[in-house]
């Protein structure tokens, strides 16, 4: 004990300055500050243990006792704990991933079949990271696709709504190739050209499901209207966004000149997405303040820019654990009581918010189309859960409910389109889970159409 109490002091506060640097490593230098706000905690963390140190210098030799039992006793206990979670991770994950690997084989070899035979094509089964780096050697300009939604926990003052502009965007696969498209001035998934038409007959927002999900362009909701109805179609979709993240696209993004605007809003995510939504302030803004914008038309280099350090980050930390052995990995994560950690600063009680929120967001989103003389349709997108399982009905019922009560025009997919379907699962990739495939997606366009044509 009295050696402890010699080195005590000294070894404390040299660690405490090691972490104090290595968080500013990681929060200012490796993630180059997109997420200082997360980092505040163990910032504050680092700070109070340089501060025990620092008074640890002048406190009398019995306290000094307690106060290094006191803390060997603490750390003793946190890697205990971290070790129980590690094991219990550890065994939950094994017993599961035993079960779902031989069944995502089973899967994956039935899709494998059935593309080879209606394609004569094998299926791509690269990763997504492996594809972009295939495509970079074939076009250097290509990029990947950066959910707005990604964007959501750092605190700059600029918050991407769109993607990056002008670049064959590599998207994702679940029919058995990758879906790439060249975005917009915007970055958004529409023919460059289209914002230059006089007249622009529909503007599309919603997430995954209207950005075209995992199917090329001509395949999507909006570039079949825009061949059935031979008028201009503007696509605003993202993969991600909820119903905050689309408002925010419009009020940005709508022209005078748009005479229809599609609101898509897919059953599966709507709510859960706004809860994600209502921790950000620059999106809470829009709700709060009506003439609030962030001028994104004008600030595209900016967005580009961002998004591409995303890139950067995500291929260097991709890299890096590929080069890092798997038992190197779990050591680290011990060391640095990730599960811990984890389970302290990570845990969220995911309650979605009230269906009142998203009820403020449409009557809103309806002024604003009003207001622009343009006409608002609600187009609700049925799950893949709805036709495998049993399913509730109670936030279908209750959303229809709020789109009635505000007089705009209800176009229900699962009405209309997918209950009349003898297989409902056929409008999905392989029937599994996931978005819809071509099929699905051209049924819905013509539904669209037929109900909006003039």
């Given at each position: 004990m009295l050696f402890l109490k010699k080195i005590f002091t000294p070894v404390s506060l040299v660690l405490s300055l090691f972490l104090l640097i290595y968080i500013f490593y990681r929060a200012e230098i490796y993630w180059q500050g997109l997420y200082a706000d997360y980092y505040k905690k163990y910032y504050?963390?680092?700070?109070c243990l340089i501060a025990i140190s620092i008074i640890s210098f002048f406190i009398n030799k019995k306290i000094k006792e307690y106060l290094i039992i006191t803390l060997i006793s603490l750390i003793v206990g946190l890697y205990i704990l971290e070790g129980f979670l590690t094991f219990y991770k550890h065994t939950k994950i094994e017993k599961f991933t035993k079960y779902k690997v031989i069944k995502d084989q089973n899967l994956n070899n039935q899709k494998y079949k059935i593309y080879k035979k209606e394609t004569g094509k094998e299926y791509d089964r690269r990763n997504l990271l492996e594809a972009f780096k295939d495509?970079?050697?074939i076009n250097n300009k290509a990029t990947?696709?950066?959910?707005?939604?990604?964007?959501?926990s750092n605190k700059k003052d600029l918050l991407n709504l769109g993607g990056i502009s002008d670049s064959e965007t590599i998207h994702c696969n679940e029919n058995g190739y990758y879906s790439i498209y060249k975005s917009d001035r915007y970055g958004f998934n529409n023919p460059n050209s289209e914002w230059d038409k006089e007249i622009i007959e529909y503007l599309l927002v919603g997430d995954s499901f209207t950005h075209g999900a995992c199917v090329n362009r001509n395949d999507d909701i909006t570039s079949v209207l825009r061949a059935l109805s031979s008028k201009s179609a503007i696509n605003l979709g993202s993969s991600g966004n909820g119903p905050l993240l689309q408002y925010a696209a419009l009020r940005e993004y709508l022209k005078p000149n748009v005479k229809?605007?599609?609101?898509?809003y897919y059953e599966g995510n709507g709510q859960f997405d706004l809860l994600n939504e209502n921790s950000n302030y620059l999106l809470k803004n829009y709700l709060s303040d009506l003439t609030f914008t962030q001028n994104l038309q004008f600030r595209q280099k900016e967005i580009d820019d961002?998004?591409?350090?995303?890139?950067?980050?995500?291929?260097n930390k991709s890299q890096n654990q590929k080069n890092t052995p798997s038992l190197t990995n779990h050591v680290l994560q011990f060391i640095k009581i990730y599960n811990l950690r984890n389970f302290f600063f990570s845990t969220k009680t995911r309650t979605p918010p009230s269906l009142q929120e998203f009820k403020k967001i449409i009557e809103l989103t309806k002024d604003l189309v009003n207001k622009n003389n343009s006409k608002l349709y609600f187009v609700y997108l049925p799950e893949y859960n709805r036709y495998k399982n049993d399913y509730n009905d109670f936030s279908y019922i209750e959303v229809k409910k709020i789109i009635n009560e505000l007089n705009i025009t209800l176009i229900d997919i699962h009405e209309n389109v997918i209950k009349k379907e003898e297989d409902p699962l056929k409008i999905f990739p392989f029937a599994a889970f996931g978005h819809y495939n071509v099929?699905?997606?051209?049924?819905?366009?013509?539904n669209i159409y037929n109900i909006t044509k003039d």
């Open positions: 504050n963390i680092s700070f495509l970079k050697k990947l696709f950066i959910s707005p939604s990604h964007d959501l229809k605007v599609i609101w898509l961002l998004l591409n350090l995303y890139i950067k980050i995500e291929l099929m699905g997606y051209k049924k819905i366009a013509e």
